[in-house]
């Protein structure tokens, strides 16, 4: 078995293959890592065949869907889960072959419905049922204590005590534990008592995951993130720089349009000297008039620099070819106290 372990924060993910027929699954990716995850794959000389979530996950942004777009092969998930787009729903004691390894299916219940560990070999991956000294939470969407408590005494913790935990979050660096270790010192697990463990499942008053709003809208319907949407826009875009535009502008550069697409007000209260107001909110509708000839060069400017990416973007799948984005924004170009002019221009 090759065992690739990426960590992004505190999610961890996993790459397993079997280093006779190379074909691999990929456990829990997160969106930001897919050029990561592929590389380790070239390198160990795997090929990708399966994308598992072993849950619907509330903190993270899987790439499950991205990345089945991308390579042409199946999400696979626990068969309840809400996710749309998944290809392959898969049963308590299912499995699915990677060449010779067998990867079997555990329904564990308790920090979502639709949790699953996965066995494979010596090893099992507990996606958030199991954490190095902790468990997955259970006061999240389709979380419940005592379901959580039947996976883990009734189940889990029945795997011989000398197989490999690997987790889905670990906040600490470390990378696995073993079943016995987990039973002798986890201390959640010392709690053996049912209702017990589910007192203290319910008294832990954790806070929220950030961005646990926007992870479960994409998680559960496939669709994008606004970072995602962001840095999609970004990769399609050039960009020029603040010192770069304040040197053009000094130089009266004529060929240059600079486009500022915040509100009215906001421009009004100081842009960059020379450029034109163009709401993002408008732009689609106005552009006609506003911007005739496509062969001009123009550069997209905001407040963060983000709706100006966006707009660019825009721009250039309309068919304005030469239409750059400002690196930054007008709250940086004020911090470097460049040139601003305010009202409206002539
Ligand atoms: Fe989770």
Redo the contacts with the bound molecule.
């Keep these: 078995m090759i065992l690739e372990q990426i960590a992004t924060g505190g999610c961890q993910s996993y790459l397993v293959g079997c280093s006779d027929s190379s074909s691999a699954a990929l456990i829990d990716p997160e969106i930001s890592q897919i050029d990561h995850y592929l590389a380790l794959a070239a390198r160990d000389g795997l090929r990708i065949r399966y994308l598992i979530d072993?849950?619907?996950?509330?903190?993270?942004f899987s790439a499950t869907r991205q990345l089945a777009r991308q390579l042409a092969v199946p999400v696979l998930m626990y068969r309840t889960s809400a996710a749309p787009f998944v290809d392959m729903r898969i049963g308590d004691g299912e499995m699915v072959m990677l060449g010779r390894l067998r990867l079997q299916v555990m329904h564990t219940p308790g920090?979502?419905s639709d949790?699953m560990c996965l066995r494979i070999e010596d090893s099992v991956f507990t996606?958030?049922t199991l954490l190095i000294g902790g468990t997955?939470?259970t006061d999240?969407p389709s979380g419940d204590p005592e379901a959580l408590y039947d996976s883990l005494f009734q189940r889990l913790l029945k795997l011989e005590p000398k197989v490999r935990v690997f987790p889905?979050?670990d906040y600490k660096g470390r990378q696995s534990s073993t079943i016995g270790d987990e039973i002798a010192s986890n201390p959640r697990l010392q709690k053996r008592d049912r209702a017990a463990f589910v007192d203290m499942m319910r008294e832990l008053n954790l806070s929220m995951p950030r961005h646990v709003t926007e992870a479960l809208r994409t998680n559960m319907s496939g669709g994008k993130s606004v970072a995602q949407l962001l840095a999609e826009a970004a990769s399609r875009v050039p960009f020029m720089s603040l010192p770069e535009l304040k040197a053009r502008v000094e130089a009266a550069d004529e060929d240059l349009i600079v486009l500022d697409v915040r509100e009215r007000e906001a421009y009004e209260s100081g842009h960059v000297p020379g450029a034109r107001l163009l709401p993002r909110g408008q732009l689609e509708l106005r552009v006609n008039q506003e911007l005739p000839d496509p062969t001009r060069r123009i550069l997209t400017c905001c407040e963060l620099g983000q709706v100006s990416t966006l707009a660019a973007a825009t721009l250039r799948e309309m068919g304005f070819p030469h239409v750059v984005a400002l690196d930054g924004g007008m709250k940086a170009w004020r911090v470097a106290a460049y040139p601003l002019n305010s009202g409206a221009e002539p």
């Design positions: 072993t849950h619907t996950h509330a903190d993270h920090h979502t949790s996606g958030d997955g939470r999240l889905a979050h």
